[in-house]
């Protein structure tokens, strides 16, 4: 049995999957072992191909078409019996011993639910991989809102983005992790039914939850690094892509915090987050669209 299995998703992203792969493989193992599993879904651009060619260790499974993420992921973990799972983005690059640390860390920890890595972008700045659960403020400070960029040290971003708690550099409890790098023991990710196959935005925050409810702990490591391209894999996003994952944000946000606190039809707030995201959408759709239909693009 290994100790880790890393389950790494791609989709139209070859050149990003096969530095990844690198990556794994000149990192810092010390005595973890590991294997690698990819899964394709259904890339055109000779991404499994050049895996099997490439990396003939690595446990291959190549989809007809694009599952999407959550069925993928669980396909691949479905294959081995590794006491640890590491779910992995294709347009990752693992630094140094990220992947070993925590595992370490995962031995000595109890009722650990899932640990992330702190994902950075290449220049080393943050992405804030480990959050609380989004309230208001969080939708007018969120992570890339140019409030939060004017005003970095006010009190809703520090608490929904954990600042202050990732300066302190000690791993923390959080109240959800990015797949895009996180680590996760085989019993509790079964436990919860895996990822959760109907969504697509939010599932990491759904995936937490679900792990809280059990009574285990969700952890952000701030030695683990990782490089996050994010939104550089899965191929180019033409128009019918931008509105689906528009669409999806939104969705999958209105249903995650409906489940989160446990908001039925009859809660006034159901209604009142439910028309927020509506209009946060129609105006991204107006933001994107509207400069293009009248230049004739």
Same mark, same amino acid.
């Given at each position: 049995?290994?100790?880790?299995?890393?389950?790494?998703?791609?989709?139209?992203?070859?050149?990003?999957?096969?530095?990844?792969l690198r990556s794994i493989d000149e990192a810092g193992w010390?005595?973890?072992?590991?294997?690698?599993?990819?899964?394709?879904?259904?890339?055109?651009?000779?991404?499994?191909?050049?895996?099997?060619?490439?990396?003939?260790?690595?446990?291959?499974?190549?989809?007809?078409?694009?599952?999407?993420?959550?069925?993928?992921?669980?396909q691949g973990a479905r294959l081995s019996d590794a006491r640890?799972?590491?779910?992995?983005?294709?347009?990752?690059?693992?630094?140094?011993?990220?992947?070993?640390?925590?595992?370490?860390? /995962?031995?000595?920890? $109890?009722? #650990?639910?899932?640990? =992330?890595? %702190?994902?950075?972008?290449?220049?080393? &700045?943050?992405?804030?991989?480990?959050?609380?659960?989004?309230?208001?403020?969080?939708?007018?400070?969120?992570?890339?809102?140019?409030?939060?960029?004017?005003?970095?040290?006010?009190?809703?971003?520090?608490?929904?983005?954990?600042?202050?708690?990732?300066?302190?550099?000690?791993?923390?409890?959080?109240?959800?992790?990015?797949?895009?790098?996180?680590?996760?023991?085989?019993?509790?990710?079964?436990?919860?039914?895996?990822?959760?196959?109907?969504?697509?935005?939010?599932?990491? /925050?759904?995936?937490? $939850?679900? #792990?809280?409810?059990? =009574?285990? %702990?969700?952890?952000?490591?701030?030695? &683990?690094?990782?490089?996050?391209?994010?939104?550089?894999?899965?191929?180019?996003?033409?128009?019918?892509?931008?509105?689906?994952?528009?669409?999806?944000?939104?969705?999958?946000?209105?249903?995650?915090?409906?489940?989160?606190?446990?908001?039925?039809?009859?809660?006034?707030?159901y209604w009142l987050v439910g028309a927020a995201l509506l209009?946060?959408?129609?105006?991204?759709?107006?933001?994107?669209?509207?400069?293009?239909?009248?230049?004739?693009?």
């Open positions: 049995m290994k100790d880790l299995a890393i389950v790494l998703v791609g989709l139209n992203a070859r050149d990003f999957v096969l530095d990844c010390r005595d973890v072992s590991y294997e690698v599993i990819y899964v394709d879904n259904g890339s055109r651009d000779g991404s499994a191909e050049a895996v099997a060619e490439q990396f003939p260790a690595v446990r291959l499974v190549a989809n007809d078409s694009n599952l999407g993420y959550c069925p993928a992921a669980n640890y799972y590491y779910f992995i983005n294709d347009d990752t690059l693992v630094v140094d011993d990220a992947l070993a640390l925590l595992v370490e860390y /995962a031995d000595r920890t $109890d009722k #650990l639910g899932t640990v =992330g890595s %702190r994902l950075i972008y290449p220049d080393g &700045s943050e992405q804030y991989s480990g959050r609380r659960f989004p309230r208001f403020w969080a939708s007018v400070f969120g992570r890339r809102s140019w409030l939060t960029r004017l005003l970095p040290g006010a009190a809703p971003v520090q608490d929904y983005l954990c600042t202050r708690e990732l300066a302190a550099g000690e791993p923390f409890d959080v109240d959800w992790v990015s797949a895009a790098g996180q680590l996760v023991p085989r019993d509790a990710f079964w436990a919860v039914g895996g990822f959760a196959e109907d969504y697509y935005y939010w599932h990491e /925050a759904v995936f937490c $939850d679900r #792990l809280t409810r059990r =009574g285990l %702990r969700v952890v952000l490591h701030p030695d &683990s690094r990782v490089i996050h391209y994010e939104g550089k894999g899965s191929g180019p996003r033409p128009p019918k892509v931008q509105r689906f994952h528009i669409t999806n944000f939104h969705q999958g946000a209105f249903r995650a915090y409906c489940e989160r606190y446990s908001l039925g039809r009859l809660s006034p707030t209009a946060r959408a129609t105006l991204l759709y107006a933001g994107t669209f509207l400069p293009r239909a009248r230049s004739g693009a």
